[in-house]
C-alpha cells in the first residue's frame, strides 16, 4: 500500500463515503471509487462493506487500518521534521482562530507581516471547530482553550476579564436590568453552551441568574455575539477589551463573571523554528501585546 492509497482509504473509512472522501481529498468521486477497487484487488482483500449507512470497515479492513493510521502520522512526522530546518521567508503558513480574534488580532498581524515578507501566504482558517495540529490541518491556532497534546507548545497571549454589555440604544430603550431580578424584563443573548438545558449549570451573565429573561437568540461565534449587543438586540456577557472596542456599555462594572476569557497560541513543537512560521508567530505576539 502505497501513501497515496492511504490517504484515499483513510478518508473513506472516516468519512463513510466516496462522496465525503472525495471532497476531503480535492479529487472527483469515480476516481476515490476506483482507487479503492484497484486497492482491493492489489491486496486481494476487501476492505469495505457497502451499506446502507455508508462504508463500513470489514475485518480485513480493521487490520489495514492499523498499518495506515501509523503511515499518517509517519508521513505527518516527516513533513514537520522537514518544516522544522526551512529557512526560506516564503511559503503558506496555515492558521486557524476564531472570527473574533481574526479581525482584531490576526488580520492586523498579517498585514504587518506582508508588509515585511510578501512572498510568505497566510491560509486563515476561522471557526469554532479545533483543527488537528499534529496533522498539519495548521500550522498555529489562536484558541481560548489551552491543550493538554504534549507535542504541542502553547503560549498565553491574553486573560481578559468578561463583563455584562448593551448598546446605548438597548439601554435608552429598556433602561438597566436590577440585580437581583434574574433579567425580567430584558432581552438576552448568549452562547449556544450557555441556553438552559445544555449540560451546563444553571446559566448565569455577570453573576446573575437569567431564568426571568427572555433569550432572543444563541449564537457559537464571539464575533456575532458582539454585533447582536451592538445592533441592540439585548444584554449580553462578552471580554471587556472587546466591549470597550465596540463602544458598548458596561453594565454592573463591578460584576465580572469567575472564570477569565484566555486567549493561547499554539504551534507543534517541531515547526517553531521553521523561520516564515516563526515570523507569523512573533507579529501574532506583537498584536496582543499591543492591546
Not at 503511515?71 to 530546518?85: F, S
Not at 521567508?89 to 496555515?94: A, F, K, P, S, Y
Not at 481578559?160 to 448598546?167: C, I, N, Q
Not at 463573571?257 to 516564515?276: I, S
Request: with cysteine.
Amino acid at each position: 500500500m502505497d501513501w497515496d492509497d492511504t490517504r484515499i482509504f483513510l478518508a473513506v473509512q472516516r468519512e463513510r463515503t466516496l462522496r465525503g472522501a472525495a471532497k476531503t481529498l480535492d479529487l472527483d468521486q469515480a476516481t476515490v471509487g476506483r482507487r479503492i477497487a484497484a486497492l482491493e484487488r492489489s491486496l486481494s482483500a476487501t476492505l469495505f462493506l457497502r451499506t446502507s449507512d455508508g462504508y463500513v470497515l470489514t475485518p480485513a479492513g480493521e487490520l489495514a487500518l492499523k498499518a495506515a493510521e501509523k503511515m499518517e502520522h509517519a508521513a505527518h512526522e516527516l513533513v514537520r521534521h522537514t518544516h522544522g530546518v526551512d529557512t526560506r521567508l516564503e511559503g503558506d503558513v496555515r492558521v486557524t482562530t476564531t472570527d473574533s480574534i481574526a479581525q482584531e488580532f490576526l488580520i492586523p498581524a498579517i498585514v504587518r507581516l506582508h508588509a515585511k515578507h510578501p512572498d510568505v501566504r497566510v491560509l486563515l482558517s476561522t471557526s469554532t471547530q479545533t483543527l488537528n495540529l499534529a496533522k498539519r490541518e495548521a500550522d498555529i491556532a489562536v484558541r481560548t482553550i489551552k491543550p493538554e497534546n504534549p507535542d504541542l507548545i502553547a503560549r498565553r497571549l491574553a486573560r481578559w476579564p468578561m463583563g455584562l454589555f448593551a448598546s446605548k440604544g438597548y439601554l435608552k430603550k429598556r433602561g438597566e436590568p436590577n440585580p437581583g431580578t434574574a433579567f425580567a424584563g430584558h432581552d438576552i443573548v448568549l452562547y449556544h453552551s450557555y441556553m438552559p438545558g445544555s449540560g451546563n449549570r444553571a446559566p448565569t451573565l455577570a453573576g446573575e441568574p437569567i431564568h426571568a429573561g427572555r433569550i432572543v437568540s444563541a449564537v457559537n461565534s464571539n464575533l456575532m455575539l458582539r454585533s447582536q449587543i451592538k445592533a441592540g438586540l439585548g444584554l449580553g456577557e462578552i471580554p471587556v477589551l472587546l466591549g470597550e472596542r465596540d463602544g458598548l456599555v458596561r453594565v454592573w462594572p463591578e460584576r465580572t463573571r469567575a472564570e477569565l476569557y484566555e486567549v493561547w497560541l499554539v504551534t507543534h513543537q517541531d515547526l517553531r523554528h521553521t523561520t516564515r512560521i516563526r515570523a507569523m508567530i512573533d507579529e501574532i505576539v506583537q498584536a496582543f501585546e499591543c492591546q
